[in-house]
């Protein structure tokens, strides 16, 4: 069973920064962050495969890193320049063997989420 445990959300002002935590184990294939807030879809921000490449949302470019400490199997996104509009309930997702993609039925294990609010 594989369980995925996110941490490190909290509330920051416009241009800060946190780094979102996913602890888990047994996963394989593709990891990913999405978020889903208020009234919207959920939606993929950064993906992560077992060779290192990477995907990112364009609302993220440039502003978000994910990234894996595979001797720990923790999963981080590093997040910087927030803005209110990435207020969002953020979700650390495992084993996608499609690839990179953002579609959330191809992601079979899910965390249970870490709020990230961000005032203007």
């Known amino acids: 069973q594989v369980q995925l445990v996110e941490s490190g959300g909290g509330s920051v002002q416009a241009g800060g920064s946190l780094r979102l935590s996913c602890a888990g184990s047994?996963?394989?294939?593709?990891l990913a962050w999405f978020r889903q807030a208020p009234g919207k879809e959920r939606e993929g921000v950064a993906a992560r495969d077992d060779s290192g490449n990477t995907h990112y949302a364009d609302s993220v470019k440039g502003r978000f890193t994910i990234s894996k400490d595979n001797a720990k199997n923790i999963l981080y996104l590093q997040m910087n320049n927030l803005n209110p509009e990435d207020t969002a309930l953020y979700y650390c997702?495992?084993?996608?063997?499609?690839?990179?993609?953002?579609?959330?039925?191809?992601?079979?294990?899910w965390g249970q989420g870490t709020q990230v609010t961000v005032s203007s």
């Open positions: 047994g996963y394989t294939y593709a």
């Open positions: 997702a495992a084993n996608n063997p499609y690839g990179l993609g953002f579609s959330p039925s191809e992601y079979l294990y």
